[in-house]
């Protein structure tokens, strides 16, 4: 039997290789990069913020991106989800 499993480090790193490119990735690629991280109960705090949640397209920069009230909006062109992540005082 091969064990297929990776290990936590490796699947970081492949975690982080995949987000350099995300503006090439698929929404099933991110998909299943964000499977991976569940399986390996790695967050993807920060990479989160590069894509939708809702239809999974990766966000291109250009968006339609907010400030108001200590919170950062940006509207998905794919699906108009508007996400709000709060920023850093
Ligand atoms: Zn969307």
Redesign the pocket.
């Known amino acids: 039997m091969v064990n297929k499993k990776i290990s936590k480090n490796d699947a970081k790193e492949k975690i982080t290789n995949f987000f350099e490119n995300i503006r090439r990735k698929t929404p099933a690629e991110i998909k299943k990069i964000k499977r991976l991280a569940a399986n390996q109960k790695i967050s993807l705090k920060n990479e989160k913020k590069l894509f ?1 949640s ?2 999974l ?1 990766p966000f291109s920069g250009g968006e339609k991106i907010r400030i108001k009230n200590g919170f950062l909006t940006t509207t ?1 062109r ?2 108009g ?1 508007i996400k709000r992540v709060k920023l850093k005082k």
């Open positions: 939708c809702s239809c397209t998905c794919t699906c989800t």
